[in-house]
């Protein structure tokens, strides 16, 4: 039974064309993170909503922005995606700031 | 320098040895976590452990945290190839403990 679901699991665009990705979730946690992920590299947390305020992480470009519509829903829309934002996206979410649970991430390819 | 770096970066063993990773952090933390990730899929949370305990067991895991020294280590016994993926640790952020700091991870190939 899924709790985490991403949707796509691969994307591909074009450069400059805007991407939305998108998770879900069944765990109804109240935190919902966006991580990107390089290979071989740490996840680096982009931003997270703990309930419906938004919280940016100091070094995240302003080319990345996040919707979180409901507390199932959460979007990272990448404005103009260059080739440097070709990456895994990882979604995660928790419930009392302890353990996180990630879903199976989306491979995002930028043309 | 990066809280929670571990090493090593990558090691290789041989099925039914153990394995061992270590982690360093750099502030007061109120617990520190471990995660797996397989290759190209998200990640999965191991096991917690809280600043006041020393040493904590899940299956064939076992976690040690030395706040003395700020390190953790994780020690899998009686390894499988199917323990093959990379592993993390995680610690809060000081000015919020909503959020993790993941160090760079260690990679584990066991081989059959």
């Known amino acids: 039974d899924a709790m985490v679901i991403q949707n796509p699991r691969y994307q591909v665009t074009q450069f400059g064309k805007p991407v939305t990705l998108s998770c879900s979730q069944t765990l109804n946690h109240n935190v919902m993170y966006w991580y990107q992920q390089k290979s071989s590299q740490a996840p680096k947390l982009l931003f997270h909503?703990?309930?419906?305020?938004?919280?940016n992480e100091a070094d995240t470009p302003d080319n990345f922005q996040s919707r979180r519509p409901n507390t199932s829903f959460c979007f990272l829309d990448i404005r103009s995606p260059g080739l440097g934002d070709a990456a895994m996206y990882l979604c995660a979410t928790s419930q009392h700031q302890e353990t996180q649970y990630f879903g199976p991430g989306t491979r995002l390819l930028v043309l | 320098s990066q809280q929670g770096e571990e090493d090593p970066q990558a090691l290789s063993i041989q099925e039914g040895e153990n394995a061992t990773m270590n982690c360093s952090y750099k502030?007061?933390?109120?617990?520190l976590q471990w995660y797996r990730q397989n290759s190209g899929r998200g990640l999965v949370h191991l096991i917690l452990?809280?600043?006041?305990?020393r040493e904590k067991h899940s299956g064939r895991l076992r976690v040690t945290l030395d706040t003395s020294k700020k390190s953790s280590s994780l020690l899998i016994t009686a390894s499988r190839a199917a323990d093959t993926a990379s592993y993390f640790c995680?610690?809060?952020?000081?000015?919020?403990?909503?959020?993790?700091?993941f160090g760079e991870g260690t990679q584990l190939t066991v081989n059959p």
């Open positions: 502030t007061s933390i109120n617990n």
């Open positions: 995680a610690t809060p952020k000081e000015t919020s403990h909503s959020r993790l700091t």
């Open positions: 452990i809280r600043s006041n305990e």
């Open positions: 909503y703990y309930d419906k305020d938004f919280n």
